[in-house]
C-alpha cells in the first residue's frame, strides 16, 4: 500500500484514516487523532519515529502508513530589512514563493495560494507568469510549517504572528483549498492563528466573497486601485467581469457578517490612478460600507511601464481620504533588494526558462 501523507489529512479525514485503516477503535481515534495533530502542527514534530508519547506498535503502524514529507526549499534570500524570501520546491516539483515580514510587534508571513496567475494586473509581476497550477490546502499549509521550521517558532509566543495570503495567485480562484487550509491554521489544537490574524486578499471576484464571509471569515482585503470601472479595467482585466458596484455590494455584506472594516488595497501608479479627482472619487466609494484604505507604493520589476507615485503625492492622496474621515495608511515596502515585496513575487524558475 502506498504511503499516505499527513498534510494530505484535515482533522475529520485524519480520524476517518485512523479507524479505518490503522483499526484504531471507535472511541480512541478522536484522542490519537488529536495527539498526532498536536505533535506536527503545535510542536512541529518532524518524524514519527520521534513521537515517543504513543504505543509502539502503533507508532510501527503509522509509520508504515504515513509519511511527514514536506516541500522542501529550494532558495533563501534575506533582504537588509530583515525580509526572508523562500522558494519553495512543492513535491511535484513546481516551485512557490512565501515571504517573512518582521516588524518591531508583529511578523508577517505572506504566502501563496496559486503558482502563477490567471488575473494579469498590469503592475503585477505574478500577472506576467501564466497559471501553472492551484495549490492544495497541504501546499498552502506548508508553507507556514516550512517558514515556523525555518524561525524555530514552536514556542507559545509566536514569531509568526499574522498570516496573509497575499503572495502569488487569486485565492478565490482557488476557493475549496484555501478555505481548508484556513481552517487548519485557524485549528485551535494545531497552528491556531484566530481568525483576525489571517487576512484573504482578493482582486475582487465578488461572487465568491459572500460565502467567504460566512465560510471562511477572516480579515478580508479587497486589492481595489482604481475608483471607477473605466480606470481600474485598464490595470486589472478582471474589473470587465465583476465591476465596482458589485464589490461594493459583497465588500458591505462581508463587513456586516465578519463586524470588521474591509481593507482596500490601493497601489499607487504615477500619473495612472494617484490625482486628487482619484482620491475624492475613492472617498465616495469608502461612503459605501465599512472600511479603511491601505495606500502601498508600487514596487517596479524588470520590464514593467510603470513608476512608483512619488512620497509627498501619497502623502497628499492619503490626507484628502483621512480629510473626508477614513483611515488611510501608506504601507512601506520590504524587501525590495530581494524581489520579495508586493507583486513581485515570481519563482526563479520561470524566469530563468525565460532569459
Ligand atoms: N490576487 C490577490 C492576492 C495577490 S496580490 C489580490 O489581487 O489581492 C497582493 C497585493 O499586491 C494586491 O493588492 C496586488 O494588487 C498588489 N501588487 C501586485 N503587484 C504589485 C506591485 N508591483 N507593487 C505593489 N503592489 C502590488
Redesign the pocket.
Known amino acids: 500500500m502506498s504511503l499516505k501523507n499527513f498534510f494530505d489529512f484535515n482533522f475529520q479525514t485524519l480520524k476517518q484514516f485512523l479507524s479505518t485503516d490503522l483499526k484504531i477503535e471507535e472511541k480512541k481515534t478522536s484522542m490519537r487523532a488529536k495527539q498526532l495533530w498536536q505533535a506536527v502542527y503545535k510542536k512541529g514534530l518532524e518524524e514519527l519515529n520521534h513521537l515517543t508519547t504513543l504505543p509502539v506498535e502503533l507508532r510501527d503502524e503509522l509509520i508504515s502508513k504515513i509519511t511527514l514529507k514536506k516541500p522542501k526549499i529550494a532558495d533563501t534570500q534575506t533582504s537588509e530589512d530583515g525580509t526572508i524570501k523562500w522558494l519553495i520546491e512543492l513535491l511535484d516539483g513546481n516551485k512557490v514563493e512565501c515571504v517573512f515580514i518582521p516588524e518591531k510587534t508583529r511578523g508577517t508571513l505572506c504566502i501563496s ?1 496559486q503558482v502563477g ?1 490567471t ?1 494579469n ?1 498590469r ?5 506576467t507568469q501564466r497559471l501553472v497550477k492551484n495549490l492544495d490546502f497541504s501546499e498552502i499549509v506548508n508553507q507556514v510549517m516550512i517558514a515556523k521550521e525555518q524561525l524555530d517558532d514552536w514556542k507559545e509566543q509566536k514569531i509568526i504572528t499574522n498570516i496573509v ?7 478565490f480562484y482557488n476557493y475549496d483549498n484555501v478555505k481548508t487550509a484556513v481552517e487548519i491554521l485557524k485549528d485551535k489544537d494545531g497552528l491556531n492563528y484566530g481568525p483576525k490574524k489571517i487576512t484573504v ?3 475582487g471576484i465578488a461572487d465568491k466573497i459572500p460565502l467567504a464571509a460566512k465560510e471562511i471569515g477572516t480579515y478580508l ?3 481595489l ?1 482604481a475608483p471607477t470601472d473605466e480606470l481600474r479595467e485598464l490595470i486589472m482585466p478582471i474589473n470587465k467581469k465583476f465591476k465596482i458596484k458589485d464589490l461594493i455590494e459583497q465588500c458591505k455584506y462581508y463587513a456586516e457578517t465578519v463586524n470588521e472594516k474591509i481593507t482596500l ?1 490601493y ?1 499607487m501608479l504615477r500619473g495612472v490612478n494617484d490625482s486628487k479627482e482619484c482620491a475624492n472619487q475613492l472617498t465616495k466609494i469608502m461612503a459605501q460600507f465599512p472600511c479603511k484604505v491601505n495606500l ?6 524588470p520590464g ?1 511601464n510603470y513608476l512608483p507615485t512619488e512620497r509627498e503625492d501619497m502623502e497628499s492622496f492619503s490626507k484628502i481620504i483621512q480629510d473626508a474621515g477614513y483611515i488611510s495608511t501608506i504601507r512601506r ?1 520590504r524587501g525590495q533588494d530581494i524581489l520579495g ?4 513575487l515570481r519563482t526563479e524558475s520561470e524566469r530563468k526558462k525565460l532569459n
Request: with cysteine; charged share 10%.
Open positions: 495560494s496567475c488575473l494586473c503592475f503585477c509581476h505574478t500577472g495570503l497575499m503572495g502569488m495567485g487569486e485565492p486578499s482578493t482582486a482585503a479587497l486589492s486601485h488595497e497601489v502601498i507604493e508600487f514596487n517596479p520589476w514593467v515596502s515585496a508586493c507583486g513581485q
